[in-house]
C-alpha cells in the first residue's frame, strides 16, 4: 500500500490527451514539491516534472503538472505510442521523514 | 555528460550482506543530496535511502531501518549502500540517482539484489 494513490492504468488513444492523479496527505503533497517519473520498459526512470510543474530541459511542453492541496495532476497532450509507459509522482513525507512514491500509473495508447 | 554507474549487486543469502556502490561523473558531486531508490520485480518504486553533500544527514524508509546504511565519498564522486540482514523482500534493482527525496533528477542503471537460498 503506497503512501501515494494513483489509479492502475489510464489509456487513451493517439493525439488525445490524458490525466494521472496522485492523491496523498498534508505530510506529503500539502506541503512538498511534487515530481513526476516515466519508465519506459526495461529502462531506469526519468524526471518529466519538479517543483509541482517545473520540466527539466529536453522534456516537451506535452507534459504537464499541477497541484491543489492535497492531490497532484500530471498531464500528457498529443498522445503518441511512444509515451506508453509508467508515470510514477513522487515527494517527501515530513511525518515518515522518508521520500515516497505513488503506487504507478501505466499508460496504454490505444 | 552526467553518468551515474552502480555495481555490487548479485545474489545473496538471507541474513547475508552486500555493499552497492554508484560511481558519478559529469558534475559537482559534493553539490547534491543523492539518493538509493529499489524496485522489486514487476512492482513500483520504492524510496530507500538520501545522503545529503556532507554525509551528515541520512534518511531512510522504515523497511530498511538498522540494516542498511548509506554513505559516501566526495574524493572518489562515489555513493554507497551497505545492505546487512537481507531478506528475500529486499530483492530489487536497485537504482542510485541524483537528488533528495522530492525530486530525482539523474538515475543510474540499476544493479539487481537477489536474495535466496
Sequence with gaps: ?110 | EVQLVESGGGVVQPGGSLRLSCAVSGFTFRSFWMSWVRQAPGKGLEWVANIDQDGNKKYFVDSVKGRFTISRDNAKNSLYLQMSSLRPEDTAVYYCGRGSGTSVDNWGQGTLVTVSS
Excluded: H, M
Design chain 1, 1 to 110: 500500500q503506497s503512501v501515494l494513490t494513483q489509479p492502475p492504468s489510464v489509456s487513451a488513444a493517439p493525439g488525445q490527451k490524458v490525466t494521472i492523479s496522485c492523491s496523498g496527505s498534508s505530510s506529503n503533497i500539502g506541503n512538498n514539491f511534487v515530481s513526476w517519473y516515466q519508465q519506459l520498459p526495461g529502462t531506469a526512470p526519468k524526471l518529466l516534472i519538479y517543483d509541482n510543474y517545473e520540466r527539466p530541459s529536453g522534456i516537451p511542453d506535452r507534459f504537464s503538472g499541477s497541484k491543489s492541496g492535497t492531490s497532484a495532476t500530471l498531464g500528457i497532450t498529443g498522445l503518441q505510442t511512444g509515451d506508453e509507459a509508467d508515470y510514477y509522482c513522487g515527494t517527501w513525507d515530513t511525518s515518515l521523514s522518508a521520500g515516497v512514491f505513488g503506487g504507478g500509473t501505466k499508460l496504454t495508447v490505444l
